[in-house]
């Protein structure tokens, strides 16, 4: 998932100007993205969530619901790169997931 610099800006520009702060640490980087799903500003969320594996590559949640944002956004290969790191860290609630998007690709 590659994420561009114009991107980037996006949900920390967003943040600046209406919190005044950005995350500094991978949990609150997951946890804004989470908030931006929920309101479903999903390039937003896709953008924290990104920033949140970037700091703890091994957070499955934050691929997880990556994924899904991705998914709602038709990003389907973003959304199965982001399954696969989740089922590869041992979250087993993502095989079903990964099964149901990867059946029509052969």
């Known amino acids: ?5 114009a991107q980037t800006t996006g949900c ?6 209406r919190v ?12 804004c993205g989470v908030g931006f ?5 999903f390039t937003k969320a896709i953008q924290c969530f990104e920033k949140s594996v970037q700091m703890d590559p091994l957070n499955y949640n934050a691929y ?3 994924a899904r944002a991705c ?3 038709n990003r ?3 959304a199965i790169n982001a399954l696969k790191q989740s089922v590869a860290l041992d979250n087993p609630s993502d095989w079903q997931l990964l099964i149901e998007l990867t059946s029509n690709k052969e």
């Not at 998932?1 to 610099?5: D, L, R, W």
């Not at 920390?12 to 100007?17: A, I, N, S």
């Not at 702060?21 to 980087?29: D, I, Q």
């Not at 799903?37 to 500003?41: A, G, I, L, V």
């Open 37 to 41: 799903y929920n309101k479903k500003e």
């Open 12 to 17: 920390e520009e967003w943040l600046m100007l």
């Open 76 to 78: 389907k290969d973003d």
């Open 64 to 66: 997880q619901i990556m």
């Open 1 to 5: 998932m590659a994420t561009t610099e």
């Open 71 to 73: 998914i709602a956004v």
């Open 20 to 31: 005044g702060s950005v995350p500094r640490n991978s949990l609150g980087w997951f946890r």
